[in-house]
């Protein structure tokens, strides 16, 4: 029980997230997976390393953002062959305040067989009939296992041990706010990459990386093919193909970036006029996907907490006492609304208790939807 609450703690400590000072996707941080010493997958023959494969195709993605959109911040968490720390990693990300952050890395297994690419996302096993976290174990360990380089990992994760499954549980407590954005990204990225030299598409999936764990931002991890395959590996190994893999992965970003920039200028505009007019913002200007609050009541307020796949009990210990609304918010995504109220001003005076237990939550107001909403407290007279 020490050691859940220890890795807890650490959960809502790493998972305060910042915003960018402008609307809009500004900052992307782009993650070339293992270097320096940690070479990450090598090929059967010992001539690549995913560590100089990812580098490269990190680099070239980065280009392509920098010269389509000059105003985008585009970080490399790791620009050179060196080797950085995953908690590093998000940090950068964290520090930079970034909308997003794309891992790349390239995959590999003890059989030659296997091929193709995938995209994963924070969370349990895609598989419901598999045990959580046994499904996809190999690769899991094998991602986080690089914490074993660093110094004194024990303490920097809280006790995280990358070869124990019982670790994997406790990475439940963090179901961050930006599932549904991640697995938006994920799915442009799944699609996009159809187009690229590798054709195999292996999904979506919901893993428990530790890369991705502290992170505050949406977040998606890509295994772009098998070192261990030599199909694969012959198109790795090929400049112009690693090219037209990173533009497979600009074409996604550029698709999401529209999307996300169309969203929230949208809202901005309409809690703008609101605001002007003195009017609280009218749901039906954001257009928000169709979705009803479990009591049925029509429009509540209230602090949007953690959104996933799993139906959690409204029991559960990640609850820490509060009872949700549970709102559908089509896709399978289940979002978890706490201090919910009637009262746009009820709800948001429980601004301090929650944030002090969830420092990521953020306000929404539900009504045929849930989104952020923008509530602009009255001046004391």
Not at 65 to 85: C, M, T
Not at 279 to 294: D, G, L, R, T
Request: with cysteine; charged share 25%.
């Amino acid at each position: 029980m020490k050691r859940a609450i220890g890795i807890l703690a650490g959960l809502l400590l790493f998972s305060v997230s910042g915003g960018s000072a402008d609307i809009g996707l500004n900052t992307v941080v782009i993650d070339a997976g293992h270097g320096g010493t940690d070479p990450g997958a090598v090929s059967l023959d010992r001539k690549t390393y995913e560590k100089t494969l990812t580098l490269d195709i990190s680099r070239k993605l980065a280009d392509k953002i920098r010269k389509e959109y000059p105003k985008v911040n585009v970080v490399l968490s790791r620009p050179e062959d060196k080797f950085v720390a995953l908690e590093e990693r998000a940090s950068c990300a964290n520090g930079k305040n970034a909308d997003l952050f794309i891992s790349i890395h390239i995959n590999s297994t003890k059989s030659s067989s296997p091929n193709g690419y995938s995209v994963h996302v924070l969370g349990q096993s895609s598989n419901k009939n598999r045990d959580l976290f046994a499904y996809n174990m190999d690769v899991c360990k094998r991602e986080n296992s690089v914490i074993l380089l660093e110094d004194d990992y024990n303490t920097k994760y809280q006790g995280f041990d990358p070869a124990d499954p019982e670790s994997f549980i406790f990475m439940q407590l963090l179901q961050n706010s930006h599932l549904e954005q991640s697995l938006e990204f994920a799915q442009l990225v799944s699609e996009k990459l159809v187009a690229g030299p590798i054709k195999a598409n292996r999904g979506i999936w919901q893993n428990p990386f530790l890369v991705l764990w502290r992170t505050s931002m949406p977040s998606v991890l890509v295994e772009l093919g098998f070192i261990s395959n030599s199909s694969d590996l012959a198109s790795l190994r090929d400049s112009q193909k690693r090219d037209k893999l990173a533009d497979c992965l600009f074409e996604a970003f550029k698709e999401y970036k529209k999307r996300y920039d169309a969203s929230v200028n949208i809202a901005k505009r309409e809690t703008s006029v609101a605001e002007e007019a003195g009017k609280e913002p009218s749901p039906k200007a954001v257009k928000p996907k169709p979705a009803q609050s479990e009591n049925g009541n029509g429009e509540q307020f209230g602090w949007q907490i953690m959104a996933g796949k799993a139906k959690i009990p409204s029991n559960d210990r990640r609850f820490l006492g509060f009872k949700p609304t549970v709102v559908d918010a089509g896709n399978g995504i289940l979002k978890y609304v706490i201090g919910v109220s009637d009262s746009a001003e009820k709800a948001y005076a429980n601004k301090v208790e929650i944030r002090k237990k969830y420092p990521d939550a953020f306000f929404v107001r539900i009504s045929n939807g849930v989104f952020p909403y923008t509530y602009k407290p009255a001046k004391q007279k």
